[in-house]
């Protein structure tokens, strides 16, 4: 999974990065600090690969991993050479999904780039200059598509949607919002486009530690954003992007001790996470075994052998079976032979949907 961050200039961007990747990207109290695009990975935290690696003495413990790609702050008039992010807007074009920081903090000491503290203005400025970048790309495959369309009805048929969807984002809507086809020829031109207005979006309301024990209930600021985030399919999760560069600084127990302390349960990490994974629809299972416990990242619906793809796509071209046991009925018998004594282990055909925490072998011919 690849998510992009983006965000004005000062709103936290850059330190939640920090905090998310331990990669040290630059980070000051001024704009376009983030010159460059930042690139970390960060493993998926997931309890359940620890305990199957004991269980196995496994030589290796692989979890899945989230990349996360930093742009510099964008500000109005981007697209038009304001600034520096435009130029990187190219990066995040092949990212799964969107992380929107959002300043919902007030700190006379930290200046905003407008002034004042507006989180919904905020937003409407950076999905300007996203709609603006996207009807960028529109215009060139229009005129790409445009030359043969005399001649060729599929470029015809395509031309009319790139013309409307550019009319749609002319209007100064997502491409989100633009209504969905059940022509797969539209479907599949829309996706290669890769428009940033037509990705899924998880805003990280970035607020004072204050705020970060009741996740921004009382906060005005936060409120408004959630609003917002209901009226656009987008998922919220709340942060204190300084707390989170602290806890990025201590070993587990003692990030265990520091959230106990601030009353929270999670880490703004796994919130966010959570909310990708809830917001992308995936899913992960697991393999498991003395070389090797691992966990793999999958649509919701994905059925055993395409999920087997992912491992190997020889695994999915000779599929045979699957044997498919949940991680705790595993963990509690403690070993795959008892497991399937008690008959707790399934031999599944081409139609089963892997579900989260199946621990799968899979039988494979090639």
């Known amino acids: 999974m690849k998510l992009g961050i983006v965000g004005l200039p000062n709103v936290g961007k850059s330190t939640l990065f920090n905090s998310l990747t331990k990669a040290g990207a630059e980070s000051a109290n001024y704009p376009f600090c983030t010159i460059d695009p930042n690139v970390g990975i960060v493993t998926v935290p997931d309890e359940r690969l620890k305990l199957l690696g004991d269980m196995y003495r496994s030589k290796k413990v692989t979890p899945a991993v989230i990349e996360f790609v930093d742009i510099a702050g964008l500000v109005k008039g981007a697209s038009k050479g304001e600034g520096l992010g435009n130029q990187f807007l190219?990066?995040?074009?092949?990212?799964?999904?969107?992380?929107?920081?959002?300043?919902?903090?007030?700190?006379?000491?930290?200046?905003?780039?407008?002034?004042?503290?507006?989180?919904?203005?905020?937003?409407?400025?950076?999905?300007?200059?996203?709609?603006?970048?996207?009807?960028?790309?529109?215009?060139?495959?229009?005129?790409?598509?445009?030359?043969?369309?005399?001649?060729?009805?599929?470029?015809?048929?395509?031309?009319?949607?790139?013309?409307?969807?550019?009319?749609?984002?002319?209007?100064?809507?997502?491409?989100?919002?633009?209504?969905?086809?059940?022509?797969?020829?539209?479907?599949?031109?829309?996706?290669?486009?890769?428009?940033?207005?037509?990705?899924?979006?998880?805003?990280?309301?970035?607020?004072?530690?204050?705020?970060?024990?009741?996740?921004?209930?009382?906060?005005?600021?936060?409120?408004?954003?959630?609003?917002?985030?209901?009226?656009?399919a987008s998922e919220v999760f709340v942060i204190c992007a300084q707390i989170e560069q602290e806890i990025s600084e201590l070993d587990e127990d003692e990030k265990a001790m520091f959230l106990e302390d601030l009353g929270l349960k999670e880490s703004g990490l796994d919130k966010l996470i959570r909310a990708s994974y809830k917001l992308l629809g995936l899913i992960s299972y697991l393999t498991a075994g003395e070389d090797e416990t691992r966990a793999w990242t999958i649509q919701v619906g994905t059925k055993a052998p395409q999920a087997a793809g992912k491992i190997h796509t020889d695994f999915e071209r000779g599929f045979i079976r699957a044997e498919v046991v949940n991680y705790k009925d595993l963990l509690e018998q403690g070993s795959l032979s008892a497991a399937k004594e008690k008959g707790l282990v399934g031999l599944e055909g081409k139609e089963y949907i892997v579900k989260d925490g199946d621990v799968i072998l899979f039988r494979f011919n090639v």
């Open 90 to 232: 190219s990066n995040i074009r092949e990212v799964d999904a969107i992380v929107h920081v959002v300043r919902c903090f007030e700190d006379a000491n930290v200046v905003h780039v407008d002034g004042n503290i507006n989180p919904i203005r905020d937003i409407e400025t950076i999905n300007l200059e996203l709609i603006f970048s996207d009807i960028e790309i529109l215009e060139r495959r229009i005129a790409k598509t445009s030359k043969g369309a005399r001649m060729d009805k599929a470029l015809a048929k395509e031309l009319v949607l790139l013309e409307n969807l550019k009319a749609h984002l002319e209007a100064g809507n997502l491409a989100s919002s633009f209504a969905d086809s059940e022509d797969d020829d539209e479907v599949t031109w829309r996706k290669s486009y890769n428009l940033l207005t037509d990705k899924p979006v998880i805003f990280a309301a970035n607020v004072s530690d204050e705020d970060l024990a009741n996740d921004g209930a009382e906060n005005t600021h936060v409120n408004a954003v959630k609003e917002f985030a209901l009226k656009n």
